[in-house]
């Protein structure tokens, strides 16, 4: 069996073909388009869905993409067990339609970050981590609302589940607050549901897979899910 | 047909980066007195039926499904009753 990725596509995308020439053309997995009108996933073993300004990110990122007909269809495919991945505006929609918990605020510093990122990979039992093989990657930010936010209850909720799987770090990994970019809870970077089958990250592992951009760790999270689907 | 008015405001406890960096604005323009500046939206617009339950009805859920998020915001709205052209009945 070779397993497919589909990368759903909504107005204002703008990672799509990023996570698509990663995941096809860098790493040869079997990979489709979605457009986000679309109920079909077209067989798909993966989602993702992609960065970006879905509908411009007006009344809150996510808030408006979450409702797209796709979705139905992506929801449906993640309660039964399907895998998905959130990446960055991605994240946002999964936090918008429930699928994972929690808000993404403005960043602390109201700035827009761009750049690479260390992170510590908190959980390293689940699909998306299993196979990566190191405690620290390093993968690019780039954000203006990655403040990752949830109550008192649901925090200790998810830690407490082991659904926390990155957190901003040192090179060494250590977490704190010096290195947290933009404030969020803990210095969450991403996290995945209850059943660990859906997981949301604010880092681009999709522009670290490329050798040519001096950075490939992205790669091993994607490789880390074929290699389990595989095996 | 009713024009509707909702207004979000982010919860209480809830970090306000924008209202907190709008009041820095104020304290260089020497307003030492503004203290908790929060930015909320206000949206308006029209439902167009001359059923007043049914317009509550459906101001209620588009704010709760979609203008607001309950994770971090409340929402207040209000309805009038207006004719044709928007004006006040």
Known sequence: ?231 | MFKATVIVKRRPKILDPQGKAVEQGAKLLGFNNVRQTRIGKYIEFFVDTDDKNLAEKEVKEYSEKLLSNPIMEDFEYSITEVNVSGESK
């Open chain 1, 1 to 231: 069996m070779k397993p497919k990725f589909g990368v759903v596509v909504f107005p204002g995308s703008n990672c799509d073909y990023d996570a698509y020439y990663s995941l096809k053309k860098v790493l040869h997995y079997n990979t489709e388009f979605i457009w986000h009108k679309e109920k079909d996933l077209k067989g798909s073993d993966v989602i993702i869905l992609p960065g970006g300004f879905s509908y411009g990110d007006y009344l809150r990122t996510g808030a408006i993409a979450r409702f797209s007909p796709v979705m139905d269809s992506v929801f449906s495919f993640a309660e039964n067990g399907g895998i998905v991945i959130g990446i960055c505006n991605g994240f946002q929609i999964l936090l918008e339609i429930g699928l994972l918990p929690g808000v993404m605020l403005q960043n602390e510093s109201l700035k827009f970050v761009c750049k690479d990122q260390y992170l510590l990979v908190e959980n390293e039992s689940t699909i998306f981590t299993n196979k990566i093989g190191k405690k620290v990657i390093k993968i690019p930010i780039k954000h203006g609302e990655g403040n990752y936010y949830a109550d008192a209850e649901t925090l200790k909720e998810i830690e407490g589940n082991n659904q926390v799987i990155f957190k901003y770090s040192s090179k060494e990994g250590k977490v704190e607050k010096k290195f947290n970019p933009n404030g969020s809870l803990n210095n969450i970077a991403g996290i995945c549901n209850r059943k660990k089958n859906v997981m949301g990250l604010m880092p681009h592992p999709e522009n670290a897979c490329d050798p040519i951009l001096g950075k490939t760790d992205g790669a091993l999270i994607f490789k880390s899910v074929i290699e389990n689907f595989t095996n």
